[in-house]
């Protein structure tokens, strides 16, 4: 039987404002390519239930599922632009979140760092502020709105400005590895871990400029699985499988 951890529980009010990053990844269920709207109901479900507790909630996606820009360098396309065609691949994919947040009855606005108002609100911290005030779930989009930056370090970026208490790092896996445990067995989770650690050791679950933000503004990272079910519910309670990255 899980116990409930209280390493990072103990402080009140920590899970007050949380933001969640989601990969593009995530949002692949088991196809090869674009959205399964399964999952992201499967997602977006165990996010409105946590909304209706006093947890305000930011969502940063990636777009990894539809266009990666890394991958598009790789077939020739120049970084900028291909970062940019990455940028627009998550405006789809919070699209696709917010509008299954508002088939549950829960307001939502989608704020991009690239400016597209016939779709979305354009990223004005006050504004978003005032949404989250408001119990609206905030979905960033568009990454940082600058090329050569990940998803993951807009999350981080996002998180400071939105003055977040915590970073919830939803992935393929149930936490920090010494490896990566789908290619060596032999790999061990950590339960906590420092940015230090992290950093030094390479270890890959975050780019380094994500890990470098968090650790500047101290907003522990928790990094789990969201393919379990209620993954969300039952970290915010101190139970299911997680690594907490703090100092």
């Known amino acids: 039987m899980e116990t409930k951890d209280?390493?990072?529980?103990?402080?009140?009010?920590?899970?007050?404002?949380?933001?969640?990053k989601l990969s593009g990844e995530a949002l692949l269920g088991k196809k090869e390519f674009g959205i399964d709207?399964?999952?992201?109901?499967?997602?977006?479900?165990?996010?409105?239930?946590?909304?209706?507790?006093?947890?305000?909630?930011?969502?940063?996606?990636?777009?990894?599922?539809?266009?990666?820009?890394?991958?598009?360098v790789s077939q020739g396309i120049e970084r900028g632009t291909a970062d940019s065609m990455?940028?627009?691949?998550?405006?789809?994919?919070?699209?696709?979140?917010?509008?299954?947040?508002?088939?549950?009855?829960?307001?939502?606005?989608?704020?991009?760092?690239?400016?597209?108002?016939?779709?979305?609100?354009?990223?004005?911290r006050r504004r978003a502020v005032r949404h989250l005030e408001k119990k609206r779930i905030v979905i960033f989009a568009g990454g940082t709105g600058n090329p050569y930056f990940t998803t993951d370090t807009a999350a981080a970026l996002r998180a400071a400005e939105m003055n977040c208490t915590v970073l919830m790092k939803g992935t393929q896996v149930d936490g920090v590895y010494t490896s990566d445990p789908n290619k060596n067995n032999d790999?061990?989770?950590?339960?906590?871990?420092?940015?230090?650690?992290?950093?030094?050791?390479?270890?890959?679950?975050?780019?380094?400029?994500?890990?470098?933000?968090?650790?500047?503004?101290?907003i522990p990272v928790v990094v789990f699985s969201i393919n379990e079910k209620n993954a969300l519910s039952s970290i915010i309670n101190g139970e299911g499988v997680k690594t907490i990255i703090s100092n």
């Open 187 to 218: 790999a061990k989770r950590y339960d906590n871990i420092t940015y230090s650690k992290v950093l030094s050791d390479n270890l890959g679950i975050m780019d380094a400029s994500a890990i470098s933000l968090a650790r500047d503004n101290n």
């Open 86 to 124: 990455g940028m627009l691949a998550t405006v789809i994919n919070a699209m696709a979140i917010q509008n299954s947040i508002e088939r549950l009855g829960v307001a939502s606005r989608v704020l991009s760092a690239v400016p597209m108002q016939t779709v979305c609100e354009p990223f004005i």
């Open 6 to 20: 209280k390493s990072i529980h103990d402080e009140k009010n920590i899970f007050s404002r949380i933001m969640i």
């Open 37 to 72: 709207s399964e999952i992201v109901d499967k997602i977006t479900y165990d996010i409105v239930s946590l909304s209706k507790t006093k947890t305000e909630i930011c969502i940063v996606v990636g777009g990894g599922n539809i266009f990666r820009g890394v991958a598009g």
